[in-house]
């Protein structure tokens, strides 16, 4: 299963839209570590592979990733990672 953020020079089928997301919950002790998100990043490609792969696709390209913080009035932050990508079969020319 490839990923890309740009096109293929191939010709392909696009099967459709495929997206996820990760978070995680930063306590108080750990409030600033932002380095975690790199873990959302790998989480976030492999929900979409999986996704795109029980969807028949051969892979995702043009994908693009959100990230965000968020604060809850009582509780911690949260770091949110959302990928998204279209899924393709590769065909033959």
Do not use: C, W
Request: no cysteine.
């Amino acid at each position: 299963m490839f990923q890309t953020t740009g096109g293929i020079g191939q010709p392909h089928e696009m099967l459709g839209i495929v997206n996820a997301t990760a978070h995680l919950m930063l306590s108080s002790e750990t409030i600033d570590a932002f380095e975690s998100m790199d873990q959302l990043f790998v989480e976030v490609q492999e929900k979409m592979a999986e996704r795109a792969a029980a969807n028949g696709a051969d892979g995702i390209i043009n994908v693009r990733f959100n990230t965000q913080t968020v604060r809850m009035q009582i509780a911690p932050k949260f770091l949110v990672v959302t990928g998204y990508g279209t899924m393709v079969k590769l065909v033959e020319a």
